[in-house]
């Protein structure tokens, strides 16, 4: 018979392993798209400026 104790640490070592692969995961998509977002924010925020300074002249 198994012991329940070893049971439920194997599936918290399993869990572990499961959140450091998706935070690995995550990690590298953010350090690939990265700049592209950081540029499209960065479209985005000279757009709005730019309707900004249109609606003032309004």
């Known amino acids: 018979m198994v012991d329940q104790r070893f049971e439920k640490g194997q599936g918290l070592a399993e869990y572990a392993l499961v959140i450091v692969l998706v ?3 995550i990690i590298a ?3 690939l ?3 592209t977002v ?3 924010f960065s479209e985005v ?9 249109i609606i003032q002249l309004l």
């Not at 925020?45 to 300074?53: C, G, I, R």
């Open 23 to 25: 935070a690995v995961v």
């Open 29 to 31: 998509a953010l350090t």
């Open 33 to 35: 798209l990265g700049p």
């Open 38 to 40: 950081g540029d499209l």
């Open 45 to 53: 925020n000279s757009e709005v400026e730019a309707l900004t300074y």
